[in-house]
C-alpha cells in the first residue's frame, strides 16, 4: 500500500513508548502502520534540561540588564546561547521506518533525519517505500525556547504546512510538566497552504494520542502530515 490510510480523517498514535518497542498508527477505516520507536530518553531529558537552562538564562539576562549591569547580560546570552547549540547535538538522530505488516517486512514509509546543523533546527526527510523524498519536515529553531513550531515542505521544497502550539503558555507549561499531566499538555494547530486543516490532540486522558484532519482544497501529500505527527508525538516531551 503506497499511500497508508488515505482515506482515514483521524490517526491514533501511541502516547509514549520505549525506543525499540513496536509500536502502531492506526487509522480511522483500520488502516494500521506498524513501527519501531524512535522515542529517545537523551531527548526527553536534552529537550527539558534546555527549557530550564532557557529560562534560568532568560531570567538571569533580564535581572542583569535591570541592575545595569549590561556586559554581564551580554555574558549571560552568549553562555545560554552556548547551551542552547550545544544540547541538542548529544541527542541521538530519529529515524523510522513504517511498515503494512505486524511482521515489519512490508515497509512503505520511512523518517530520516537530515542534516546536524549548529542552530538547532531539526530537519527530516520523508521518504516513500522506494526511497523517493516526498518531502521534509522541520522543527524551528525557536521551539526549544517557546511554542513548537514544525514546517511541512513538499518535493519542490515548498512550505505547504504550519503546526505551532495553541499557546505560549501552554506550551511553557508543557515543557515541565506535560509527560506527567495529560490534562496541563498543550494541543498544536495544523495549517496547511494556509487553511484550517486539523488539531494534534494531546490534551487527553489514555495511552493514545490523536491527529484529527479537515477535508481541504489542498493537495499535499497526507503521508506528510502523518509522518509530521509521528515525530510531535514521538520527540516532544
Known amino acids: 500500500m503506497e499511500r497508508p490510510a488515505a482515506a482515514a480523517r483521524r490517526y491514533t498514535f501511541p ?10 498508527i492506526v487509522g480511522d477505516d483500520g488502516t494500521t502502520l506498524w513501527y ?3 522515542v529517545s530518553v537523551t531527548s526527553l531529558v536534552a529537550t527539558l534540561v534546555t527549557a530550564l537552562v532557557s529560562l534560568c538564562g532568560l531570567a538571569a539576562v533580564l535581572y542583569l540588564l535591570i541592575d ?4 554581564g547580560a551580554f555574558l549571560s546570552l552568549l553562555v545560554t546561547t552556548g547551551f542552547e547549540l550545544i544540547i541538542p547535538l548529544l541527542v541521538p538522530p530519529a529515524d523510522a521506518v513504517f511498515f503494512t505488516d505486524k511482521a515489519l517486512t512490508a515497509r512503505t514509509l520511512e523518517i530520516v533525519q537530515v542534516g546536524r546543523p549548529l542552530l538547532p533546527v531539526d530537519r527530516f526527510s520523508v521518504r516513500n517505500a522506494q526511497g523517493d523524498e516526498l518531502g521534509q519536515v522541520q522543527r524551528s529553531a525557536l521551539s526549544r525556547l517557546t511554542r513548537h513550531r514544525w514546517l511541512i515542505f513538499d518535493h519542490d521544497g515548498r512550505l505547504r504546512g504550519v503546526t505551532i502550539e495553541e ?11 506535560g509527560k506527567f ?3 496541563l499538555d498543550s494541543d498544536l494547530l495544523l495549517r496547511i497552504d494556509d487553511e484550517t486543516a486539523g488539531r494534534l490532540i ?3 486522558r489514555g495511552e493514545r494520542v490523536t491527529l484529527d484532519l479537515l477535508r481541504t482544497r489542498g493537495s499535499l501529500d497526507e503521508r506528510l502530515v502523518v509522518a509530521m505527527a509521528a515525530l510531535v508525538f514521538g520527540l516532544e516531551p
Not at 68 to 71: C, D
Request: aromatic share 6%.
Open 202 to 204: 494531546r490534551r487527553a
Open 36 to 38: 519501531r520507536s524512535f
Open 167 to 177: 499557546s505560549t503558555a501552554r506550551a511553557l507549561i508543557r515543557k515541565l510538566t
Open 15 to 24: 502516547r509514549l513508548t520505549r525506543r525499540g518497542e513496536v509500536a502502531t
Open 181 to 183: 499531566r495529560p490534562d
Open 68 to 71: 545595569g549591569r549590561f556586559g
